[in-house]
């Protein structure tokens, strides 16, 4: 059966059954990734690297981080060729299973004490994995939801679901830490940061079982019908869209680096310079992600009746901003004021990672959109998010002060604001046609 011959209720039934397994699949993928980012603060440094001075170990605990995010674009070539050779779904499947197994591994990766330094070559090698599923996640995940989208009117918050998973996978990753950390003693050192990774098993089972169960995409299909797949999607796409890729990248700037100063570093800086405790960053962190659950949907559809690029500069700008207010907040060491520093950091990267999974997607022709946007998102990831928490770790020694970190996330909103106002907005536009530029 053709995309176009479902009656409108069996279209409608499908669509939501894709926006349900595109956000079930991030949150598994985001869960599974910000476990591990949790987890190199608190523990990783002390496991991994107990020669090193402190701040030395935090630092090479972070490089290990980082190394999942060089592998994202890495698993965005491979993926988006297949997601555009072979379809959507299968795509997402696999990297469903790359990305869950490879969690699973790093719950049975032994320490410095027993293998020395090869225990942190191991966790090298499984993050590496980790970030090539996550890589090629992403476009998979917003295209399924976005083509099977009927009008154009919404498409801005159906891709905005799939993004949901970030701040889903935060509250459950950070639930999960929390719940163990209050393990007696030195329990959650020795032991009880692996069993999240081991329950992530059973998150992947769940993801798997919903994706079987879906209809490859109209898009994809109408493309097969009419023998128009590409033979070499990544290839053609960098010839073809070199600037919207490079655009899509720089857009990322103010909401992808940032990020993780506010969700991973924030946790190294609140326990050892700060000296505040584990449980008030953790708890923090749970009801800034729950209010994203609002706020990251709601700004999907906002960007469908103002506009994507509108929306998106606005949280750009608000973002360069506030690193400053949030660094004199969590300075006063008042748990009052580091609970609302945290919880409010994360609203205006939702204005912006609301609206992105269209913004991005929409920039790239039907035939070479799974490769254009996923490489496009995921380059961001090499010298945005990936070296984040390095720099803002990196800059702390140097000045020792949270303002020389707020400087940083100012110029990554500077960078933003320019690169999206070099995007075209095809908001309520038809990006059915065969090259729509």
Not at 42 to 63: E, H, I, N, R
Not at 152 to 163: C, D, I, K, L
């Amino acid at each position: 059966m053709s995309a176009n011959e479902l009656s409108a209720e069996d279209h409608a039934r499908q669509l939501r059954r894709a926006i349900v397994a595109s956000t079930i699949g991030t949150t598994i993928e985001w869960y599974d990734f910000f476990l591990y980012s949790t987890v190199t603060g608190l523990v990783f440094a002390k496991l991994y690297f107990p020669q090193s001075d402190p701040l030395v170990g935090t630092l090479q605990a972070f490089l290990i981080y980082a190394v999942g995010f060089v592998a994202r674009p890495v698993g965005a070539a491979i993926f988006g060729h297949y997601g555009d050779r072979i379809g959507r779904k299968s795509t997402l499947i696999a990297t469903l299973l790359l990305m869950g197994v490879a969690t699973f591994l790093v719950a049975l990766v032994p320490t410095y004490a027993s293998i020395g330094i090869w225990g942190a070559v191991l966790l090298t090698l499984v993050r590496f994995i980790q970030g090539v599923g996550v890589g090629g996640e992403w476009g998979g995940s917003v295209l399924l939801a976005m083509e099977w989208t009927r009008t154009n009117a919404h498409r801005g918050f159906a891709a905005s679901w799939p993004q949901l998973g970030v701040p889903a996978g935060l509250f459950l990753a950070n639930l999960a830490v929390l719940a163990f950390s209050t393990l007696s003693g030195d329990q959650f050192l020795t032991w009880g940061w692996r069993v999240p990774f081991l329950l992530s098993i059973f998150l992947v089972g769940l993801g798997l079982w919903i994706r079987l169960g879906i209809l490859e995409t109209p898009t994809f299909r109408r493309l097969v019908e009419e023998n128009r797949i590409e033979r070499a999607p990544m290839l053609e796409v960098l010839r073809r869209h070199p600037k919207e890729i490079l655009l899509s990248a720089f857009a990322r700037m103010a909401e992808n680096a940032p990020f993780y100063v506010f969700t991973a570093f924030v946790f190294s800086y609140g326990v050892t310079t700060l000296k505040v405790s584990r449980d008030l960053l953790l708890f923090s962190m749970l009801v800034g992600s729950l209010i994203s659950l609002v706020t990251v949907p709601l700004s999907g559809y906002l960007s469908d009746r103002f506009g994507r690029r509108r929306i998106y500069i606005i949280g750009a700008v608000l973002t360069g901003l506030y690193g400053f207010l949030y660094f004199a907040l969590l300075d006063t060491i008042m748990p009052f004021w580091i609970f609302i520093a945290i919880v409010v950091s994360l609203i205006p990267h939702d204005i912006m990672y609301g609206p992105q999974a269209a913004l991005i997607a929409e920039s790239f022709t039907g035939r070479l959109r799974y490769s254009g946007a996923s490489l496009g998102y995921q380059l961001a990831s090499i010298f945005a998010g990936g070296p984040a928490p390095l720099i803002a770790t990196a800059l702390f020694a140097s000045y020792r002060s949270g303002y020389a970190i707020a400087w940083y996330i100012f110029i990554c909103g500077v960078i933003s604001v320019v690169a999206t106002l070099m995007l075209k907005d095809y908001t309520n536009k038809d990006i059915t046609a065969e090259y729509h530029h």
